[in-house]
């Protein structure tokens, strides 16, 4: 129900952009958040940033705040993610997660690690080079 568009990542240059897609569907509940982490190897999976379905509100990761933007297509039900200005630290597989969890909404909290279960998307590599 989460799924990532294509082209999905890439190898990139520092300096260069890159734009993730994800498009979702519902079943029983509709999604509040939907956002992307990412995870290097051997590390966490760490939140970049989330969207809210209902007003657009948005939260980033203070290590992409300024370089990255999420967007959402309320029609389509997809998100995008516009990385520009990539850097050597950005390398990471991404993933795209739907909220949908009762007794919880939308925040910033989400990005960290108490976040509630969501259903995730495959990984997708993004390789930033020097």
């Known amino acids: 129900q989460v799924q990532l568009g294509e082209p999905g990542g890439g190898l990139v240059q520092s300096g260069g952009s890159l734009r993730l897609s994800c498009a979702v569907s519902?079943?029983?509940?509709?999604?509040?958040?939907i956002g992307w982490f990412r995870q290097s190897p051997g590390g966490d999976r760490e939140g970049v940033s989330i969207?809210?379905?209902?007003?657009?509100?948005?939260c980033y990761d203070d290590s992409v705040k300024g370089r990255f933007t999420i967007s959402r297509d309320n029609a389509k039900n997809i998100v995008h993610l516009q990385m520009n200005n990539l850097v050597p630290e950005d390398t990471a597989a991404y993933y795209c997660?739907?909220?949908?969890?009762?007794?919880?909404?939308?925040?910033?909290?989400?990005?960290?690690?108490?976040?509630?279960?969501?259903?995730w998307s495959q990984g997708t590599q993004v390789t930033v080079s020097s």
């Open positions: 997660a739907a909220f949908s969890s009762s007794g919880h909404g939308y925040g910033c909290y989400l990005l960290g690690p108490q976040r509630p279960l969501a259903s």
């Open positions: 519902e079943f029983a509940l509709p999604y509040y958040a």
């Open positions: 969207i809210s379905t209902k007003d657009d509100r948005t």
